[in-house]
């Protein structure tokens, strides 16, 4: 079952991955929510940046990180409010933000599609299920969602390949499975 | 003992033991040597060994009066199955037309990866063995000069990593081709300076051209007197160990720093390479061509492959550019040429990413660090320490042998006494 509150969160996790669409870089973006609101978002920087780390939830992270402190929170009150916070994100996770999102010990992930090659959340390894040896918490996780959006911009990136070529319209079907 | 035995290859599976190695079931039958080529070409169309490619089809026997009897391998053998109902019907009707009397037996599963797992292996069935194909300098040893620079570079990493007060883990890239340090890095977890200007790129990193200065001795590492082992050392801020621990932090820094739990040293030298590719070569139209070949390729259709080995090709076609580079001009005087030259030189050899380069890393990195390397392309990455609870390239995960990921690093452990971690306050 999907919320109608996932989808909304998801379609703007999508405008993010459109944005980076806009900017020739790969289309993936996502949103991060404490208590029903959107505190912070992101979309890949990795070509801008000639830093292939810089994933949408990496900008998204380093946003909170700032904000927070800036705002006087101390690590626990910044570790406190991690574990509230759900991130929304057009691709599953790769093995690094996977990896950096259990470290940060964020309560839970929703994603659009699947990551064959790099996913880190079920597709290659698993750091979202908890580990009592390495004291990993790992982060709940739902994959799936509008994941056909998803792929559709990821398509128009590599097929096309021209970023002048017209983007083809929004799918109104929503394919949620989760 | 000569410095190559100081740096060990960290292979990307885990190291089987020689007398068991993992092994599969398969159907095999002795056939009528005369048929043997009917039979294997039509086995291979009809019942293709598509995971065991380094087993060989035909095992050849000779027996006491130099009979020769030949076997062949018809399909696998599903486990507790020791019937043929599960056999395709084309390969029934082979093992009918040439009255096949099928047996189980088992072959090793995974190909071997020295000439003692193969010899092993043969005991079983036989089984082919390729040496590594893949060219990376030092996979099949050291020169004595470059397990040198090496050791000379680890120094770098390890004295980056205690300079201040509390230890913590250091990273170091360099371009091995021209023996120059691109950037350094400590942890930034509890200290991280949160300005993003351009401008805040300081020009000391810059100057990274200082290549490794001919005064450190890497034996110096090797013989550090006892007296520095008393002084038992808190790895408790080292980010790969215990990435959990900046939840810990309970009050505000006093400085003007924050904290950034994800600020590991590989993290922040990457982060510090590719803001000198961006001051060095400020408008690179190819960067953005190149850069198509990202990390989600994986997800788009058919033409992804055709990607991928471009990206493989290109790489490739580096390391051998890198060779040439490091055979024929010897840079040695680096800080003689001015940032000019230099960088007009780099121009005819701009890296994609750190392809090429090789990053030093005090200990065994986490698996975000990682899978970070394998993004920014890292050639190789050597480390001194491992990381029993988290380390990702042999510890816990093995990415470097992760087959999905579209790059490859070669990973080596240099051997170094703990006491290269503590300082003596003399
Ligand atoms: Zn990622
Ligand atoms: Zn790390």
């Known amino acids: 079952m999907t919320s109608p509150n996932t989808l909304i969160f998801m379609e703007l996790a999508i405008q993010q991955a459109k944005l980076a669409l806009d900017a020739l870089e790969v289309p993936v ?82 994603y659009g599609c699947s990551n064959d090659k790099f996913g880190g959340c079920g597709s290659i390894l698993s750091l979202h299920l908890k580990d009592t040896a390495s004291l990993n ?37 929503h394919q949620a499975t989760t | 003992m000569t410095n190559n035995n100081l740096i060990l290859h960290i292979p990307d599976e885990p190291p089987h033991d020689l007398h068991h190695q993992p092994t599969v079931s398969v159907f095999a039958s002795s056939i009528d040597p005369k048929h043997a080529n009917q039979i294997v070409r039509r086995l291979n169309q009809i019942a293709p060994l598509e995971d065991l ?63 003692e797992e193969w010899q092993e292996q043969c005991k079983f069935w036989p089984t082919s063995y ?30 980056l990593a205690t300079s201040d007060g509390l230890v913590v883990n250091a990273a170091v890239i360099v371009d091995p081709s ?12 509890f200290s ?49 160990l215990y990435p959990w621990q900046w939840a810990e932090q309970q009050s505000h820094s006093e400085s003007s720093y924050y904290c950034h739990p994800l600020r590991h040293a590989a993290i922040v030298s990457i982060e510090s390479s590719a803001a000198r590719d961006r001051h060095l070569f400020p408008n690179d139209e190819s960067s953005k061509e190149k850069n198509l070949e990202s ?63 090789d990053i030093y890393l005090v200990w065994e990195p986490c698996t975000m660090c990682a899978m970070a390397l394998v993004h920014q392309r890292i050639r190789r990455i050597f480390y001194a320490f491992p990381n029993p609870k988290t380390g990702a390239l042999g510890s816990v995960y093995r990415l470097q042998g992760e087959k999905s990921l579209n790059h490859h690093y070669a990973v080596f452990r240099v051997l170094l006494p703990e006491e290269a971690l503590h300082k003596c306050d003399t």
């Open chain 2, 192 to 240: 991280w300076n949160t300005c993003k200007d351009e401008s805040c790129y300081r020009k000391s990193d810059l100057s990274s051209s200082h290549p490794i200065s001919n005064s450190l001795d890497p034996q110096k590492l090797l013989h550090l007197r006892s007296s520095c082992n008393h002084l038992k050392q808190s790895y408790a801020r080292v980010g790969c």
């Open chain 2, 295 to 357: 990390d989600h390729e994986s997800l788009s259709t058919s033409s992804s492959s055709k990607r991928q080995k471009t990206v493989c090709a290109t790489v490739e076609g580096d390391d051998k550019l890198n060779a040439q580079s490091q055979t024929s001009n010897q840079i040695e005087d680096n800080d003689k040429l001015n940032t000019h030259s230099q960088t007009s030189n780099l121009l005819s050899a701009r890296p994609y990413l750190c392809t090429g380069y």
């Open chain 2, 130 to 159: 390729h040496p590594r194909t893949y060219n990376i300098d030092g996979i099949t040893g050291f020169s004595e000069e470059d397990s040198q620079s090496v050791l000379k570079f680890m120094q770098s990493a390890v004295e």
């Open chain 2, 53 to 115: 490619r380094h087993v060989k089809r035909i095992q050849k026997k000779v027996l006491e009066g130099g009979q020769i009897q030949l076997s062949v391998i018809l399909c696998l053998a599903y486990e507790g199955d020791n019937q043929l109902d599960h056999v395709p019907p084309l390969l029934q009707e082979l093992i009918s037309s040439y009255q096949l009397s099928p047996f189980i037996t088992k072959v090793c599963k995974y190909a071997a990866t020295s000439k």
């Open chain 1, 29 to 110: 973006g996502c949103v991060i929510v404490e208590d029903g609101k959107v505190i912070a978002s992101g979309r890949n920087r990795t070509t801008e940046t000639r830093n292939a780390t810089r994933h949408a939830e990496m900008e998204a992270i380093d946003v909170l990180l700032e904000q927070w402190q800036k705002n006087g929170l101390s690590m626990t009150e910044v570790a406190k409010k991690f574990s509230n916070c759900s991130l929304y994100v057009t691709c599953e996770p790769c093995i690094m933000c996977a990896s950096a999102l259990a470290t940060l010990g964020i309560k839970d992930v929703f």
């Open chain 1, 137 to 173: 918490k790992g982060f709940k996780c739902a994959g799936g969602i509008m994941a056909t959006e998803a792929i559709i911009l990821l398509r128009t990136f590599y097929d096309q390949g021209n970023p002048n070529a017209p983007k083809p319209h929004r799918p109104l079907a």
């Open chain 2, 178 to 189: 021209a023996k120059q340090i691109i950037s350094t890095a400590r942890d930034e977890v």
